[in-house]
């Protein structure tokens, strides 16, 4: 028994030493010295691209309805037969269809890490003419810059084809002269 | 051992050509449904229902107790329903009751007729100074002398320690021809129980009181210090873990039922506890045990202990005894091989000669072949003439006639008495000697005086339909090994004549013992048959012994199952009863447990009915109502109890084959079936019910 | 389509790696490669530890529970203290006593229920020094117990299955570190952050936002989280969150890695004891079940999701997207939340909770079956060798003789302990459930009303009791109430069934042999793969369908209702 608890202690310290610090510590350098950008969650000065964000439109693409506050990530987690997510859903509905927009899946559902940065291109599709509207620009020129930012499945089939929502706005902003 | 060329073994050897498996003697067949069986049977299940005798099997005692519940249930609620469903709860544990009364009730039939065998007779006990006293056969003692004369019953078990006597053992084995016992060798043991026919014996009593052979028979057949079995007690306990895992799925659906607030009837989850519990193989399980150890009853072979015929289904190794098991006991003349120019009819002629005093079956057999070759008539021999009789000394026998010397034996005596007689041994006899051997028949010299005539060729006869049996054995992963005294020359032929996969020639009881476990320390189980006394150590270090009852004492007591129709080939019945015991019981629990599914189905939308219709949509087979549904599948549980009783009596057909198919087909039959008959049965008792509009 | 193809590459990524891993696993635990010699000796004299001495099962045991004993007090003491110790940057403070607890036993058992959102509760000393490290142990101990019960059939006659201490060290430094480090750098390469930066300011001049983004050491404690099949992200929103799983290419990583031990270690079985058919055999009753689970749970999620279809959208290409990430589509995210479940790693890289009810129902009787299929690492392998072992009793026992599994005799002593083993689980599972159904303190944790909330409840204890630790979400966990009993449950549902593996390893060690023969009952055989199926299906499916019924069931069956 005695022995047992000196090499769990032992063990404890060891594992402690090298797996608690000598291995995250190794993973800071390596991710420090030759993906720096990376390693650092992408930031800059508009945001990080891993990160959704609120967009009130329709000036700008809108992402998912979510709450988009990264110190409290998560789904809402509503039951696929609740009140809740029926009634938020249908707010949503409700509000994108004012704003010209038709309703698609991802606008009117919530996320699972609740800042998902991500819209599929057939959302940004369903924006372009409202957004058009709103910044004086042709469909065209939106659909354009919608295309030229699709992000394709990784290999092709890897994940699914989508849009970061903060690098298109980015765009938009460059194309409207606003930033 | 049948080493010896010329003895004739006697007595019960000689029937073991019978077929075997023949059930007859104690064990008279009785139709599974014997009407006096049944209403014992019917009595004695009812008797069951003491929570007492239930508690045993912990499966039915969950169905009792919950037949407590539904009864207080319906007292307190009365109502059709919890009525009909207390009635076929209680029912349930009276057909498992009966299941097993009725395979307790085959076995007291037995014993009840042994038991009139015992009545008290009185024995004239030898005393020390030779006078003889009057006893009450009970009160004899072990070790007393008895004297038992024509028409006597012997009073107890003993060895004949003085004279020979012909004795009557049908009322133990059934077989009605007599046989011989005598004092002295491997024949002596007598049963009591058992007639004298002719002679007078003494007898030395060697079983206690109350521990005769009888005595035992009867306690065993009876079941009545039946212990379970190893691995009857590992099915129990699964039994028991799935009882213990199907009792909180139960009993937790009150509060889940509440949180959804659905109100959930105690009857129904009662009856809901009833169908998941394995209560098929929970009301058989006892049942299927003793109507295995009947079965080798049937087959006049008594089990010590349900452990031995468990162990016999998993024996991987069967030593069998060449004589009586793969040859019939006694070897024939097939040829007269005639040496040094003498021709055939010369050596039959001198054969027969020396053959006509020899009553043993190959003597006889000599005559025989000697009249159907040459037509020789036995012949009236001329005054002066004299029988030279076997002798274990010379190995030989024969015929002084006419001033003739005829001999005929073994082929090294026969030589060395050529050469005291002054003679030769011609060239070609050892050739011969030896190409006879070689081909699995014994060589007998015959000689007349000097001068060597030639060879009768003795044939082993291998019996009919051995080889197939053996093929079986292979098939099931058994390996079979010849036990013969002959040399390995003979015994190679004879083995690859009857299919055997090895032999154990020139055997001694150390050899035998030795090869037992060598199998052993491999891991492997091994079960013999024997019946001498050197036999013994081997018997008993044997997995499974199976000793003769015309045997020795020691050989039965050290083995730990007696065949009483001293049949050897009877091993081979043994191993598949064991293995069909363990595949009745693994087939019905596959059974049971695949039943759960269909019941789920008809009793879980019942459940919650009141509060979730919708859950009808799970009731697959669009039972009538809920209630019906759930009294269709208690009725289903209990009535398939009864209907697999013959099953579990007669045990599920054995085929041998090998274990892969076994299983595919056993998986198929009891697994697949026991998911798609419920479903059927289920639906067809509530068409039934809704027909007699019992709703 | 690319499901398709992501289907053909992970196939093909585990095949090769069952092969190879697996061998090389079984070299690690023969003691064959010593590559890291220089490492391990002065551990082991540290340690005061011969690591030729082995240890009987019951010293293979005390040693297991003492340093998870250790081990608990450790973490629950560097969290409670954390507030006093470096490496916290957001100045967190103590996490509190009954949380404390929760956390400790759930991550010494490899279940990794979280009761916290680890982005605003733990610093990073706790995430690297106290979580991830266990995230490596309680693997390294899971694998140990599976290849303790191994050498039980391997062996013959053996009084000894081996050395805790040694085991534990060289899973952890032979196969957990060297594969952690290298997917470590892919992550990271990928966007998955790693820094001891504290979290980012960020003020989006365009649309006004500010965002304070949460770092820390993440990819590294990422990979281990997935390849030990522990499942405890740094982030609350776990797999799902950009920072830990960025990329679709790193999703199926994620997935790869939480599948790749529990299988290769078949393959490690079937070499150990000599048969690689044998651990086929177990494989194919993984792959069956794992393939039938995800076909139906992905056809469940395909068809959409009820409320929002009510709500007016109707087209839902794809299916069910409320609660999962765009970049990964519903189909992929289908694929790493059955993974997860059915690995006890319990993960989540979207909202179980808002799958659909039978799709929900998917993930949730995923766990039921045992975690078996294949089951967490180490503890994968020894679960399904005891429903091995019961399958093998029925079926040994209609082939006419005393069953055997791989020569060992299954006895009345193997039999009581594989149903002890496989039986703790449901009991456990239906038990508390019906305790916290019953109690005001556990009816008032679920979010949602009607069936879905019941399902929460039994999917938060489900969740425990297999060691898987994903959530349903939508229960507020961190109460006195729910943290206790999640404590038992996990405890017990690891040791409970770790002491019956370990008294079965010993037990069958020290048996002799039977030598196979046409007359031995096959298990490396396809319908030796069926009957394995049917009896996990049984034990675990079986059991839990009232309770289905009553949740997901109805749930799925009531039309038109919202709750």
């Known amino acids: ?179 | 051992m049948p080493n010896d060329t010329l003895t004739s073994d006697g007595g019960a050897l000689a029937a073991q050509a019978s077929p075997p498996s023949q059930p007859r003697g104690v064990a008279t067949s009785r139709s599974l449904f014997d009407r006096e069986i049944l209403l014992e049977a019917t009595v004695a299940s009812l008797k069951k229902l003491d929570p007492r005798v239930q508690f045993r099997n912990p499966v039915m005692f969950v169905v009792l107790v919950g037949t407590v519940v539904t009864f207080l249930e319906s007292i307190a609620h009365p109502g059709l329903f919890d009525w009909s469903i207390t009635v076929w709860l209680l029912l349930t544990v009276i057909f498992a009751n009966f299941a097993e009364a009725m395979a307790e009730g085959r076995g007291k039939a037995q014993a009840d007729a042994l038991r009139r065998m015992r009545s008290e007779t009185e024995a004239r006990q030898l005393l020390d100074d030779g006078s003889e006293r009057r006893v009450l056969a009970g009160a004899l003692q072990k070790g007393d002398l008895v004297v038992c004369e024509a028409g006597d019953l012997i009073p107890s078990d003993g060895e004949i320690t003085d004279g020979i006597a012909s004795i009557d053992e049908s009322a133990i084995t059934g077989e009605s021809a007599p046989v011989i016992r005598e004092s002295g060798g491997d024949r002596s043991a007598v049963t009591g129980g058992t007639k004298v026919l002719s002679d007078r014996i003494v007898v030395r009593i060697t079983a206690e009181r109350g521990h005769t052979f009888l005595d035992r028979m009867i306690q065993l057949v009876e079941g009545a210090n039946r212990k379970k079995t190893p691995n009857e007690i590992a099915l129990t306990i699964l039994l028991a873990a799935l009882t213990i895992i199907f009792l909180p799925v139960v009993v937790v659906l009150q509060p889940f039922g509440h949180y959804s607030g659905a109100t959930v009837s105690v009857v129904v989850l009662v009856a809901l506890l009833v169908c998941l519990i394995p209560t098929t193989i929970g009301a058989l399980l006892s049942a299927i045990g003793i109507a295995g150890m009947d079965r080798l009853v049937q087959r006049n072979v008594l089990a010590m202990s349900g452990r031995a015929v468990e162990a016999a289904g998993d024996t991987q190794t069967l030593l069998l005894d060449k004589t009586g098991t793969i040859t019939l006991g006694n070897r024939m003349a097939s040829e007269f091989l005639p040496v040094a120019g003498h021709d055939e009819e010369q050596l039959a002629e001198a054969a027969q000669l020396a053959s006509l005093a020899d009553e043993t079956p190959e003597g006889r057999s000599i005559v025989v072949l000697a009249k159907n070759r040459f037509n020789f008539r036995e012949r009236d021999l001329g005054s002066e003439h004299a029988f030279v009789p076997f002798s274990a000394l010379t190995r030989m026998s024969g015929l002084d006639v006419d001033g003739r010397k005829l001999r005929k034996g073994a082929a090294e005596a026969v030589k060395l008495w050529v050469a005291a007689e002054g003679g030769r041994t011609p060239g070609d006899l050892d050739s011969i000697v030896e190409r006879v051997s070689r081909a699995g028949s014994t060589p007998l010299v015959v000689a007349d005086g000097a001068t060597v005539l030639g060879v009768i060729e003795l044939k082993d006869v291998v019996k009919q339909g051995i080889r197939e049996r053996f093929n079986e054995m292979r098939a099931l992963g058994i390996r079979t090994v010849m036990i013969t005294g002959d040399n390995p020359l003979t015994a190679a032929a004879i083995a690859s004549e009857a299919g055997v996969d090895d032999f154990l020639a020139e055997a001694t009881p150390e050899a035998k013992l030795a090869l037992i476990r060598q199998e052993q320390e491999d891991g492997k189980l091994v079960a013999m048959t024997g019946d001498g006394t050197n036999d013994a150590p081997a018997l008993a270090q044997a997995d499974v012994g199976v000793a003769m009852n015309s045997g020795t004492t020691a050989a039965k007591e050290a083995g730990n199952m007696v065949d009483l129709d001293s049949n050897p080939t009877k091993l081979l019945d043994i191993v598949e009863i064991g293995k069909q015991l363990l595949i009745t019981r693994g087939a019905l629990t596959t059974f049971s447990i695949a039943n759960d599914v269909a019941k789920y189905f008809a009793i879980i939308p019942a459940l919650f009915a009141a509060t979730y219709h919708q859950l009808g949509a799970v009731d697959v087979m669009r039972l009538h109502s809920p209630t019906s549904a759930v009294l269709s599948a208690v009725i289903f549980n209990a009535l398939v109890i009864i209907a697999l009783i013959p099953l579990a009596l007669r045990g599920v057909k054995f085929r041998p084959m090998s274990a892969t198919q076994l299983l595919r087909r056993n998986v198929w039959i009891y697994g697949i079936g026991g998911l798609v008959v419920p479903f059927v049965f289920i639906k067809l008792i509530d068409l039934f019910l809704t027909a007699v509009r019992w709703y | 389509m690319s499901l398709t193809w992501t289907l053909v590459l992970l196939v093909a990524a585990l095949a090769i790696a069952w092969r190879f891993l697996g061998s090389y696993m079984a070299a690690v635990f023969e003691g064959r490669v010593q590559f890291l010699g220089f490492l391990e000796r002065p551990i082991y004299r540290l340690a005061g530890l011969d690591r030729t001495r082995e240890q009987t099962w019951q010293r293979y045991g005390t040693s297991l529970v003492v340093y998870s004993g250790v081990a608990i007090l450790v973490v629950y003491g560097m969290i409670r203290l954390q507030g006093s110790l470096p490496l916290d940057p957001q100045h967190f403070g103590a996490v509190s006593p009954a949380l404390s607890w929760n956390t400790a036993v759930s991550f010494v058992t490899n279940t990794n229920w979280q009761n916290y959102s680890g982005e605003s509760t733990m610093s990073y000393l706790s995430q690297m020094g106290a979580l991830a490290v266990q995230q490596f142990v309680s693997a390294s101990v899971g694998i140990a117990v599976a290849i303790a019960l191994v050498r039980g059939f391997s062996r013959n006659g053996s009084p000894t299955i081996g050395n805790f201490w040694v085991d534990i060290v060289r899973c952890t430094f032979y196969v957990l570190v060297p594969i952690a480090i290298a997917f470590s750098i892919v992550f990271i390469a990928q966007g998955a952050v790693q820094t001891f930066a504290g979290a980012a300011q960020v003020h989006d001049v365009m649309n006004g936002a500010r965002q304070s983004i949460p770092r820390g050491p993440i990819a590294s404690m990422e990979v281990i989280k997935q390849l030990g099949t522990n499942g405890g992200g740094a982030l609350n929103a776990n797999g799902a969150a950009p920072q830990e799983n960025p990329t679709g290419l790193t999703n199926f990583l994620s997935f790869f890695l939480l599948l790749v031990i529990p299988f290769a270690l078949t393959y490690t079985f079937g070499k150990m004891v000599g048969s690689i058919r044998q651990g086929i055999a177990l494989v194919a009753a993984m792959v069956l079940l794992f393939g039938v689970w995800f076909g139906f749970t992905s056809w469940a999620e395909s068809r959409g999701n009820p409320a929002v279809a009510a709500a007016g959208v109707r087209y839902q290409p794809g299916g069910n997207m409320e609660g999962k990430e765009v970049r990964f589509g519903v189909a992929q995210s289908v694929l790493y939340d059955v993974a997860s479940t059915q690995t006890s790693t319990g993960s989540v890289d979207g909202s179980n909770d808002s799958y659909t009810p039978i799709g929900g129902m998917g993930l949730l009787t995923g766990m039921m079956l045992g975690e078996v299929t294949p089951g967490g690492a180490g503890s994968g392998l020894y679960t399904i060798l005891l429903f091995a072992l019961i399958a093998v009793f029925l079926g040994g026992l209609m082939v006419g003789r005393t069953p055997e599994y791989l020569g060992k005799k299954i006895q009345a002593r193997e039999v009581k302990l594989a149903a002890l083993g496989a039986l703790v689980m449901p009991l456990v599972v239906l038990v508390t459930t019906g305790v916290a159904v019953s109690l005001p303190a556990g009816r008032a944790g679920p979010l949602n009303k009607g069936p879905h909330g019941f399902t929460e409840i039994l999917y938060a204890l489900t969740s425990q009791t297999n060691n898987n630790g994903s959530a349903f979400a939508g229960l507020s966990g961190n109460t006195a109430f729910y943290n206790v009993i999640g404590g038992v449950d996990m405890l017990l549902g690891r040791f409970a069934i770790i002491v019956p593996v370990l008294a079965l390893a010993g037990v069958l060690a020290a048996k002799q042999p039977v030598p196979s023969s046409a007359g031995t009952f096959k298990t490396d055989t396809p319908l030796f793969s069926g009957l394995v199926v049917g009896v996990i299906i049984i034990i675990g499916a079986l059991t839990f369908f009232p309770a289905l019924a009553l949740g997901p069931i109805v749930e799925q069956l009531v039309h038109g209702k919202f709750f």
């Open chain 1, 1 to 179: 028994m005695l022995l047992n608890l000196r090499r769990s202690v032992v063990i404890s310290v060891v594992f402690f030493l090298l797996l608690g610090l000598a291995y995250p510590a190794l993973m800071v350098g390596v991710g420090q010295l030759f993906f720096k950008s990376e390693a650092n969650g992408q930031i800059t000065k508009y945001g990080s691209p891993l990160i959704g964000q609120h967009w009130s439109g329709p000036k700008w693409f809108q992402g998912r309805p979510d709450a988009d506050n990264p110190m409290a990530t998560g789904a809402q987690n509503y039951g696929p037969k609740s009140k809740l997510l029926l009634d938020f859903s249908h707010t949503r509905v409700v509000a994108l269809e004012k704003e010209g927009i038709t309703p698609t899946n991802d606008l009117v559902t919530g996320s699972g890490s609740g800042v998902d940065p991500d819209i599929a291109p057939a959302d940004a599709y369903a924006q372009a003419r409202a957004v058009a509207r709103a910044n004086h620009l042709s469909v065209g020129q939106v659909d354009a810059l919608i295309k030229s930012h699709v992000t394709d499945a990784y290999w092709g089939f890897l994940g699914a084809p989508y849009i970061d929502v903060l690098q298109l706005n980015e765009a938009l902003a460059t194309l409207t002269g606003t930033r």
